[in-house]
Nanobody
Framework: VQLQASGGGLVQARGSLRLSCAASGPPIKTYAKAWFRQVPGKEREFVASINYDGGSTNYADSVKGRFTISRDNAKNTVYLQMNSLRPEDTAVYYC??????????????????WGQGTLVTVSS
């Protein structure tokens, strides 16, 4: 399974971006997907996760109410709609796919497949 993230870029504070992550290879539709982010010099942190059918989600407190994760199993793709962006949201965003968890896990160890990352820069 290979994950390809896209949609990052430069945006002003209070703006919006939509990230996409398409999976190729054998479809893994029955397991959780997630987004994490990382700033240079800091550990990768959880952003949002979604269960296998999209019926359950989890969010980091820092993005709750501003970000929305969704998935389209027919397209084997997960999305992250980011609204009301802040400079502190600036990071490389990574999509992740689990092959063991159906529920929306929040720990990086639950995910065995990772995309290459897409940079989001929010200017003040």
């Amino acid at each position: 399974v290979q994950l390809q993230a896209s949609g990052g870029g430069l945006v002003q504070a209070r703006g919006s971006l939509r990230l996409s992550c398409a999976a190729s290879g054998p479809p893994i539709k029955t397991y959780a997907k997630a987004w994490f982010r990382q700033v240079p010099g800091k550990e990768r942190e959880f952003v949002a996760s979604i269960n296998y059918d999209g019926g359950s989600t989890n969010y980091a407190d820092s993005v709750k109410g501003r970000f929305t994760i969704s998935r389209d199993n027919a397209k084997n793709t997960v999305y992250l709609q980011m609204n009301s962006l802040r400079p502190e949201d600036t990071a490389v965003y990574y999509c992740a796919q689990s092959s063991t968890y159906q529920s929306p896990a929040t720990i990086s160890g639950a995910y065995g497949y990772w995309g290459q990352g897409t940079l989001v820069t929010v200017s003040s």
